[in-house]
């Protein structure tokens, strides 16, 4: 995968998935015919092995920590994928697809819905299409598959997703007493209510209960108080199965994206910015299916997420700090000005960067590039944990210049305000760009600063 | 971000504690910016901002570090609490939860702060006196017998904020010259005491004379 990366023009401002590639005609025929050949045979042997998600579930259950989960599940993956004879077919079949349009994102919606159609999904095609951004309409299906939500497998997809959301529901009856609200709002007079739950549980869901209004404020959507009650069951489910962490404050802001976007799917509003202007359900053909399979959804998308970075949420946030950590060695590589003066200014990057990490730059950039971003992090395989850091690094050097003219106040102030509301596409491309020549540059090599990542851990 | 704010004589770090939903990020944008909002979001680690005023002819420079008030973030937060004189812990009044966990806050600075910071206790959202669940009374008795200033505020109708600053910020300065407090003129301090307050996480000794300022 990363041999293949390179050919593309990233220098160029263009991102992976978007670049035309010349290549032969291409034989249609015998091609789709192999694919299928191979997928009939992927099926047979898949259906024997369990599915990704059963495996997710089998995790996710367990309170403990598994920093490394995905990554099994990513090597799962690898070993089902096709042997060596057939990737020839895989790769020809990709590079097809890629030549057979010359207008990316017009069809880039269109080849992953052939994408999704196929018996067993081709992981790799639907992940370079996705580096490159996705459509609206394609995120719920696409995410869903990254994230290893929903099997390969296109026979078992539906049934999972019904499984999977009468498992939440299930984990809701037993984790989530609705009495918790009522009491909530009698805690100031009643202080005998609180016999039934535990204090931890209380602190939990008070904790909470005051992030849910200040959960993106500037979205009218997630002020919709079904779709708050939504994000409030999906988070204390998450924080009771989880003890090892629990909630912590700046989750809220994670579950969004995989609420949005899975809402979406529901809508009857097409256009990203109408959905999340939305102030009530009026928007949504089926607004009960609409919210509970969403619900479901991000709260095992959620799970998935976290699963990676939990260590940023443990006593201490020991992954935070080494991320940051990483993220100053990063810096210090691509950009040493830039390093020494926020050194010399007395700026410690935790400082700023602290954030960064804790909300995966939700509070650094505005909401719909979030999930532009997120097209690309869940394309990568690593992107929350590794190619996030990247990001940090390419975002940061982008003020290089001006933040080179700060003293330590303006600095600061700076950094916890950037200047990004009018961002579009355009400057996440640059950034996601860049993030990922220096990942091709860093990340390969056994440089000192990969060394310095490895040994943080 | 206006020039003249870099002429000051004194510039005093002080810290914004209390638990989560208090009110802190809004007493702290009132105070800075003269604004409030109902829909701030929760802060992550810790967030700055500055002020000038005058006092006693003097112009202080109030360097006002807001901090997360989820216990999780502690050990990121306690970190900012060197190098701190001042201290403003805040409650809501309408949460009693928020008022019994003064205790706590007490602790933690007398664990990560200096001895000697000078603390002020807030009951924010005085606004809310219908669901007022901390009488003034108590309070008051409580800030008394732990030797800490008390006021009541509101960040939303904009009571007492401006007191609360300009009260703490004064008591620090009055304490401050007590103790012979050295210098006095502008260009001593400005260009460099910006780094002499700041404190960053990892250990750094170079921080101190603050502390010697009170």
């Given at each position: 995968m990363t041999d293949d990366k390179t050919l593309f023009g990233v220098s160029d401002g263009l991102l992976p998935g978007r670049v035309v590639r010349l290549g032969k005609p291409v034989d249609w025929a015998s091609i789709l015919k192999a694919s299928q050949d191979r997928e009939r045979r992927e099926k047979e042997k898949r259906d024997s092995s369990s599915s990704i998600s059963d495996l997710k579930s089998s995790q996710t259950s367990i309170p403990s920590i598994k920093p490394k989960s995905k990554k099994a599940n990513t090597?799962?993956?690898?070993?089902?994928s096709p042997t060596d004879g057939?990737?020839?077919?895989?790769?020809?079949?990709?590079?097809?697809?890629?030549?057979?349009?010359?207008?990316?994102?017009?069809?880039?919606?269109?080849?992953?819905?052939?994408?999704?159609?196929?018996?067993?999904?081709?992981?790799?095609?639907?992940?370079?299409?996705?580096?490159?951004?996705?459509?609206?309409?394609?995120?719920?299906?696409?995410?869903?598959v990254l994230l290893g939500y929903v099997p390969t497998n296109l026979a078992r997809r539906n049934d999972t997703l019904r499984r999977k959301r009468r498992e939440y529901q299930e984990a809701v009856n037993q984790h989530y007493d609705p009495y918790l609200d009522t009491k909530e709002q009698s805690v100031v007079t009643n202080s005998s209510t609180y016999n039934r739950i535990g204090n931890e549980e209380d602190v939990t869901f008070r904790q909470i209960s005051v992030d849910i209004p200040r959960t993106c404020p500037g979205q009218a959507l997630f002020h919709i108080p079904e779709v708050q009650q939504a994000l409030k069951r999906i988070l204390y489910v998450w924080a009771t199965r989880h003890p090892a962490?629990?909630?912590?404050?700046?989750?809220?802001?994670?579950?969004?994206?995989?609420?949005?976007?899975?809402?979406?799917?529901?809508?009857?509003?097409?256009?990203?910015?109408?959905?999340?202007?939305?102030?009530?359900?009026?928007?949504?053909?089926?607004?009960?299916?609409?919210?509970?399979?969403?619900?479901?959804?991000?709260?095992?998308?959620?799970?998935?997420?976290?699963?990676?970075?939990?260590?940023?949420?443990?006593?201490?946030?020991p992954g935070i700090q080494r991320r940051v950590h990483f993220l100053r060695e990063l810096v210090a590589r691509v950009d040493g000005n830039l390093c020494t003066h926020l050194e010399d200014e007395g700026l410690d990057f935790l400082q700023f960067a602290f954030r960064w990490m804790n909300c995966l730059l939700m509070r650094e950039l505005p909401f719909h590039l979030i999930v532009r971003v997120w097209d690309t992090y869940l394309a990568e395989t690593d992107g929350f944990a590794t190619f996030h850091v990247y990001v940090c690094a390419a975002l940061l050097v982008t003020f290089s210049e001006e933040l080179q003219d700060m003293d330590f106040q303006d600095l600061v102030m700076f950094l916890?305000?950037?200047?990004?509301?009018?961002?579009?596409?355009?400057?996440?491309?640059?950034?996601?760009?860049?993030?990922?020549?220096?990942r091709t540059i860093f990340g390969a090599a056994p440089s000192h600063l990969q060394q310095a990542f490895q040994a943080s851990y | 971000m206006a020039r003249s704010d870099d002429e000051y004589d004194y510039l005093f770090k002080v810290v914004l504690i209390g638990d989560a939903g208090v009110g802190k990020s809004n007493l702290l944008s009132r105070f800075t910016r003269n604004e409030f909002s109902l829909e701030s979001k929760s802060t992550i680690g810790v967030e700055f901002a500055t002020r000038s005023i005058q006092c006693e002819g003097k112009i202080i420079k109030a360097q006002i570090w807001d901090t997360a008030g989820q216990e999780r973030y502690r050990a990121i937060t306690s970190a900012y609490y060197r190098g701190a004189v001042g201290a403003l812990l805040v409650y809501d009044i309408t949460k009693k939860d928020s008022f019994d966990n003064v205790q706590r806050w007490l602790k933690e600075l007398k664990d990560h702060a200096d001895a000697n910071i000078v603390i002020m206790l807030v009951g924010n959202k005085s606004d809310l006196q219908h669901l007022k669940a901390v009488t003034t009374d108590d309070a008051s008795a409580f800030a008394e017998s732990n030797g800490l200033s008390f006021i009541e505020t509101s960040a939303l109708d904009n009571s007492n904020v401006e007191e609360a600053f300009r009260s703490i910020l004064s008591e620090i300065y009055r304490l401050g010259s007590k103790k012979a407090l050295e210098k006095g003129s502008t260009s001593n301090f400005a260009p460099n005491a910006t780094q002499t307050i700041v404190i960053n996480p990892p250990a750094d000794e170079g921080k101190t004379e603050k502390a010697k300022c009170c």
């Amino acid at each position: 995968m990363t041999d293949d990366k390179t050919l593309f023009g990233v220098s160029d401002g263009l991102l992976p998935g978007r670049v035309v590639r010349l290549g032969k005609p291409v034989d249609w025929a015998s091609i789709l015919k192999a694919s299928q050949d191979r997928e009939r045979r992927e099926k047979e042997k898949r259906d024997s092995s369990s599915s990704i998600s059963d495996l997710k579930s089998s995790q996710t259950s367990i309170p403990s920590i598994k920093p490394k989960s995905k990554k099994a599940n990513t090597v799962i993956e690898e070993s089902s994928s096709p042997t060596d004879g057939e990737t020839e077919t895989g790769k020809q079949r990709t590079a097809a697809r890629e030549n057979s349009s010359s207008s990316p994102s017009a069809t880039s919606s269109e080849k992953l819905k052939q994408l999704l159609a196929e018996p067993t999904l081709n992981t790799e095609a639907v992940r370079k299409l996705a580096w490159a951004g996705l459509e609206s309409e394609m995120r719920s299906p696409v995410w869903k598959v990254l994230l290893g939500y929903v099997p390969t497998n296109l026979a078992r997809r539906n049934d999972t997703l019904r499984r999977k959301r009468r498992e939440y529901q299930e984990a809701v009856n037993q984790h989530y007493d609705p009495y918790l609200d009522t009491k909530e709002q009698s805690v100031v007079t009643n202080s005998s209510t609180y016999n039934r739950i535990g204090n931890e549980e209380d602190v939990t869901f008070r904790q909470i209960s005051v992030d849910i209004p200040r959960t993106c404020p500037g979205q009218a959507l997630f002020h919709i108080p079904e779709v708050q009650q939504a994000l409030k069951r999906i988070l204390y489910v998450w924080a009771t199965r989880h003890p090892a962490s629990g909630y912590v404050q700046g989750m809220n802001d994670l579950v969004t994206p995989f609420l949005f976007v899975f809402l979406s799917e529901y809508a009857s509003v097409k256009d990203d910015l109408s959905l999340l202007k939305a102030t009530d359900l009026s928007v949504f053909d089926n607004a009960d299916e609409a919210l509970s399979n969403a619900e479901a959804d991000s709260y095992w998308c959620l799970t998935a997420l976290l699963n990676d970075i939990q260590d940023y949420y443990t006593f201490s946030q020991p992954g935070i700090q080494r991320r940051v950590h990483f993220l100053r060695e990063l810096v210090a590589r691509v950009d040493g000005n830039l390093c020494t003066h926020l050194e010399d200014e007395g700026l410690d990057f935790l400082q700023f960067a602290f954030r960064w990490m804790n909300c995966l730059l939700m509070r650094e950039l505005p909401f719909h590039l979030i999930v532009r971003v997120w097209d690309t992090y869940l394309a990568e395989t690593d992107g929350f944990a590794t190619f996030h850091v990247y990001v940090c690094a390419a975002l940061l050097v982008t003020f290089s210049e001006e933040l080179q003219d700060m003293d330590f106040q303006d600095l600061v102030m700076f950094l916890q305000n950037l200047p990004t509301e009018s961002w579009t596409n355009r400057e996440i491309d640059v950034i996601l760009s860049q993030a990922y020549m220096w990942r091709t540059i860093f990340g390969a090599a056994p440089s000192h600063l990969q060394q310095a990542f490895q040994a943080s851990y | 971000m206006a020039r003249s704010d870099d002429e000051y004589d004194y510039l005093f770090k002080v810290v914004l504690i209390g638990d989560a939903g208090v009110g802190k990020s809004n007493l702290l944008s009132r105070f800075t910016r003269n604004e409030f909002s109902l829909e701030s979001k929760s802060t992550i680690g810790v967030e700055f901002a500055t002020r000038s005023i005058q006092c006693e002819g003097k112009i202080i420079k109030a360097q006002i570090w807001d901090t997360a008030g989820q216990e999780r973030y502690r050990a990121i937060t306690s970190a900012y609490y060197r190098g701190a004189v001042g201290a403003l812990l805040v409650y809501d009044i309408t949460k009693k939860d928020s008022f019994d966990n003064v205790q706590r806050w007490l602790k933690e600075l007398k664990d990560h702060a200096d001895a000697n910071i000078v603390i002020m206790l807030v009951g924010n959202k005085s606004d809310l006196q219908h669901l007022k669940a901390v009488t003034t009374d108590d309070a008051s008795a409580f800030a008394e017998s732990n030797g800490l200033s008390f006021i009541e505020t509101s960040a939303l109708d904009n009571s007492n904020v401006e007191e609360a600053f300009r009260s703490i910020l004064s008591e620090i300065y009055r304490l401050g010259s007590k103790k012979a407090l050295e210098k006095g003129s502008t260009s001593n301090f400005a260009p460099n005491a910006t780094q002499t307050i700041v404190i960053n996480p990892p250990a750094d000794e170079g921080k101190t004379e603050k502390a010697k300022c009170c």
